[in-house]
């Protein structure tokens, strides 16, 4: 019923910029925390950057200063921008969501993924 949807993923040069954009749809009363988490092949999964429901974020260290995280709730959409580039930040993004349905806390969700790949 509740479904993450993300989009924005592709190739980019080193220094380039990509936004991903990943859409909650479903049943959804409300949507506590979102984020985006990494996997690169190999390692595992690590989270990017979260964003709560009142707009408090949480950055890793190796992208703040870089990547913003913002959402319209609205829209329980979230987004991060993606800037200065480079080859290490090559790997899927999975966006997550917290939420509850209008009946239960259904907890994470998440997405199928998108691939981001930075050539040098």
């Known amino acids: 019923q509740v479904q993450l949807v993300e989009s924005g993923g592709g190739l980019v040069q080193a220094g380039g910029s990509l936004r991903l954009s990943c859409a909650a749809s479903?049943?959804?009363?409300?949507?506590?925390?979102m984020g985006w988490y990494r996997q690169a092949p190999g390692k595992q999964r690590e989270l990017v950057a979260a964003?709560?429901?009142?707009?408090?974020?949480n950055y890793a260290d190796f992208v703040k200063g870089r990547f913003a995280i913002s959402r319209d709730n609205a829209k329980n959409t979230v987004y991060l921008q993606m800037n200065s580039l480079v080859p290490e930040d090559t790997a899927v993004y999975y966006c997550?969501?917290?939420?509850?349905?209008?009946?239960?806390?259904?907890?994470?969700?998440w997405g199928q993924g998108t691939q981001v790949t930075v050539s040098s």
């Open positions: 964003i709560s429901s009142g707009g408090t974020t």
């Open positions: 479903g049943d959804i009363f409300s949507v506590l925390n």
């Open positions: 997550n969501a917290d939420l509850y349905s209008s009946t239960w806390y259904r907890g994470d969700y």
